[in-house]
């Protein structure tokens, strides 16, 4: 095994996309797995925006929503994730308010540009806890600012942020530039920018891709 057990793993997501939340925990599960298979093991992990519906607007019943998009598939649908949750320790709701991610994501993005990859990583785990489990709107402002301070972003400078237009066009040319690679769903996961993992897999299929890298790397 090469001596460089470094990754870089590009999660693409929305934060409105239940089984990127799964996938989190999954993936958070794997990389324990992978740093007691290769005790040098580390893994720096970027988030990449995708918007399911970016025509969507604001404040939207969620359950009327899926239930006009799934129709009698739903109560399905909402059984095997509410399954795959308890596995991860996910107490999924289905009701509340669903909104356009575009500023869930630029939240994101704020916490990378002025807190640090944990203030990020807090902010993505509070968005999904917020909307999948406590039912909160992650469209509503007041719902995102407690979101930074709770990640320990300032309120104020966090709101100014979100209510001009800056780093919004950069994150729009992020979202085509992921879909010009063949990214057609989420979650999708994109390890050192050569392996592909697609789908809430389970922690052994990650760490078997991240074998299959480092097995290029190798061979580089």
């Not at 870089?8 to 939340?21: E, K, N, Q």
């Not at 129709?71 to 308890?86: H, P, Q």
């Not at 917020?130 to 979101?147: A, K, M, S």
Request: glycine fraction near 8%; hydrophobic fraction near 35%.
């Amino acid at each position: 095994m090469s001596t460089n057990c470094k990754l870089t793993i590009s999660v693409v997501l929305d934060t409105v996309c239940p089984w990127c939340y799964v996938g989190a925990r999954r993936l958070s599960k794997a990389l324990v797995l992978a740093k007691q298979k290769w005790p040098k093991f580390e893994a720096t992990i970027e988030y990449v925006p995708f918007q399911l519906d970016k025509s969507m607007g604001k404040g939207l019943d969620k359950a009327a929503v899926y239930e006009k998009k799934f129709g009698s598939r739903m109560a399905e649908m909402n059984e095997r994730l509410a399954e795959a949750g308890k596995e991860e320790g996910i107490a999924f709701k289905f009701g509340g308010k669903m909104s356009n991610t575009l500023d869930s994501h630029r939240l994101i993005d704020y916490a990378k540009l002025s807190g640090t990859g944990e203030t990020e990583e807090r902010v993505v785990k509070s968005l999904f806890r917020r909307y999948f489990e406590q039912e909160e709107d992650i469209g509503d402002y007041d719902v995102l600012l407690n979101t930074a301070e709770d990640a320990g972003l300032d309120r104020q400078q966090t709101k100014a942020y979100l209510e001009s237009n800056d780093g919004v066009e950069a994150l729009q040319e992020r979202m085509r530039q992921v879909k010009k690679l063949g990214v057609t769903g989420v979650p999708f996961y994109i390890i050192n920018n050569q392996f592909g993992v697609s789908g809430a897999e389970t922690p052994e299929t990650f760490v078997s891709a991240f074998k299959r890298v480092f097995e290029c790397m190798e061979g580089d």
